[in-house]
């Protein structure tokens, strides 16, 4: 007969293992405050257990399909050479451009006024 608190060796293979942020973040590549902000913000998927972000391993799977970028699909004609691709121009200064005005500070209040009122 077996204790009450041993765990069953069928229990513990129907439970996911969860892996901690820190983990999370190992596998990812990236730092564990990304991992905590995003799901903070609900923006990736996490099991909440008591305070603390857990991730199964369909969690970690989702959150790698979710930031996975795929190259454009454009119709290529064999034979055919694509178009070099032009960078945007870069933002040009206007040439007439309004001289400088330097600013002068003005003196504090605390120099106006007197510090010991009129003498009786």
Known sequence: MTPASAPT??????LPRLYVPEEVAAVLGCS??????????RLIPF??????????DEHLAEIIRMHEERPAQTPQRPGVVPAPT????ARQQPETAAPTVRLKARPPRRMT????????
């Open 9 to 14: 060796p069928h229990a513990e293979a129907a």
């Open 32 to 41: 564990a405050w990304w991992v905590k902000d995003r799901a903070r913000r």
């Open 47 to 56: 099991t909440r257990v008591g305070r603390a972000y857990r991730f199964s």
């Open 86 to 89: 032009r960078k945007p121009r």
């Open 113 to 120: 006024k007197s510090l010991f009122g009129t003498a009786a």
